[in-house]
């Protein structure tokens, strides 16, 4: 039987928390280590720091278990862990479409001290490529261990509101290594995950890294591409709608990623694709991934427009108005307001002159933290009363499910903005209500 490696997870916000959770459910002994005192703290004490579903449960399992435990001690990570996951954050740089690489270098730096035998530290953040070239080397450079600390880079592509399943059966796994070593320590350390016949592909450590930020290019474009051709319905009266859905037939194309909306955001895919433009013209190839910028331009343009569209319904000027925001997450089962759409488009009609009351079923707390000048209600139809103007902007299930003529009921002007083409237009025009979505037509 293979003795199975200790694990240490550097940094325990969304991706890894989960992981290190996860991975004791799953049977390793695992050390979560974080900076942040507090998070440490909550973890311990069995609280998930953020909304996602299952996880909860998990970490009560996981710590029951005496699996799993969270320090801020380096030195102990040092110690205890024969594979050391990076998960730290790599947001984009103030003043610069750059990742910040600073916790990234900090997180290596403090452990690679602390080396003092063999190791594997695995990148999981996601890094412009050439990053673990050059933390391979500082860890060669500062780790007491020297060469027998290796780097490896094990991508991470797990969604938001499913990353406990992403996490225990992702599509797939990539392995960036450099050694036979390295490979053999990554299939021990996912041997659970393997064994249910997850895909592995075994590549070289920069391929590792572009394979995350081209798959995130790759789903940017999609969302954007469908919302360039809201762009042309809105200039020509059809409806993208539509249009989607008649595209997705098509095997080829397919119908994931091409809903038409408000666009994207969040933590992963706005700052991923700048990021990328950005490290590819460094590369002097910043011409192969031009078309980003183009991809980030219809992606801003989608929030604007969305405001326009509030704007156009409140007769042409929103101040003084009472505008009802249902969601402010980035997206469904999340609490994430990282580049949140549905905040920026509330925070603008807010600085407009509008009273806006927000909704969210999980994101309350951020979203109060971040925008304290914005108005907050403890539902739907609270958030609703008055309104001159709804406007949907996260999917939530929730929001789907709102009966129209119970919303009706409250507003002041039955008049609806569906930022996510996420409800039935029918459904909300017999009940009386002035259905507006980007890209659809005007029904009179
Ligand atoms: P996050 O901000 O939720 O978590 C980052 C954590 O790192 C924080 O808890 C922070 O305190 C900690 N940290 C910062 N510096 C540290 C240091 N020197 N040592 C130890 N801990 C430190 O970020 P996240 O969403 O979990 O993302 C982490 C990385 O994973 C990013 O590169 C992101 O692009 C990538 N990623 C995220 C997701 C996702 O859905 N959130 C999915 C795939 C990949």
């Known amino acids: 039987m293979t003795i199975r490696p200790r694990l240490t997870v550097i940094g325990t916000g969304y991706l890894g928390a989960t992981h290190a959770i996860c991975m004791a459910v799953m049977g390793f002994e695992v050390l979560g280590v974080d900076v942040d005192a507090s998070k440490i703290e909550k973890l311990s004490a069995g609280a998930v720091p953020f909304f996602e579903p299952g996880l909860p449960e998990l970490l009560t399992k996981a710590l029951e278990s005496g699996r799993l435990r969270f320090s801020t001690d380096f030195q102990e990570a040092a110690a205890f862990g024969d594979v050391h996951f990076i998960c730290v954050g790599t947001p984009q740089a103030a003043g610069s479409e750059a990742a910040d690489l600073r916790y990234v270098d900090s997180a290596v730096t403090t ?9 594997l530290v695995v990148g999981k953040s996601t890094v412009p490529v050439g990053t673990a070239a ?3 080397g500082l860890l060669r450079e500062l780790a007491p261990a020297g060469d ?6 094990n991508p991470e592509f797990l969604r938001e509101g499913f990353a406990v399943d992403d996490t225990m059966k992702p599509d797939r796994m990539v392995f960036g290594v450099t050694s036979d070593w390295a490979e053999q320590q990554l299939r021990t350390a996912f041997e659970p995950v393997l064994a249910q016949g ?5 590549t070289d450590l920069q391929t590792a890294e572009l394979v995350k930020v081209a798959a995130n290019s790759f789903l940017a474009t999609k969302i954007s591409y469908i919302n360039a051709m809201a762009e042309i319905c809105e200039a020509t009266g059809a409806d993208v709608h539509d249009l989607a859905e008649a595209l997705a037939y098509d095997e080829r194309i397919g119908g994931r990623f091409l809903r038409p909306g408000l666009g994207f955001g969040g933590g992963c895919l706005p700052k991923d ?8 013209e460094e590369l002097g190839v910043g011409q192969a991934v031009g078309f980003l910028r183009e991809i980030d331009g219809i ?6 427009r969305t405001v326009d569209l509030v704007v156009e319904l409140c007769g042409g000027d929103v101040a003084g108005k009472r505008i009802a925001a249902l969601g402010a997450a980035f997206k469904p089962n999340s609490d994430d307001i990282r580049d949140a759409p549905a905040l ?13 009351v927000v909704y969210d079923p999980a994101a309350m707390d951020n979203a109060r933290r971040v925008h304290p000048e914005l108005c907050y209600a403890t539902n739907a139809l609270d958030a609703a009363r008055d309104a001159d103007v709804v406007v949907l902007l996260t999917e939530w299930n929730e929001f789907r499910e709102i009966e129209p003529s119970a919303m009706a009921a409250v507003v002041r002007r039955a008049k609806i903005v569906d930022g996510r083409h996420a409800l039935v237009p029918a459904s909300w025009r017999a009940a009386g209500w002035e259905y507006r979505a980007l ?3 005007i029904v009179p």
């Open 439 to 441: 890209g659809r037509p």
């Open 344 to 356: 920026d488009v509330a925070a603008t009609l807010h600085r407009m002159g509008a009273d806006v």
């Open 134 to 136: 050059r933390l391979a």
């Open 111 to 119: 452990l690679a001290r602390h080396l003092t035998r063999r190791a």
């Open 148 to 153: 027998a600390v290796e780097l490896a880079w």
């Open 273 to 280: 694709i700048r990021a990328f433009a950005h490290r590819a």
């Open 299 to 304: 992606n801003r343009r989608r929030r604007a």
């Open 198 to 202: 997850v895909p592995v592909k075994v």
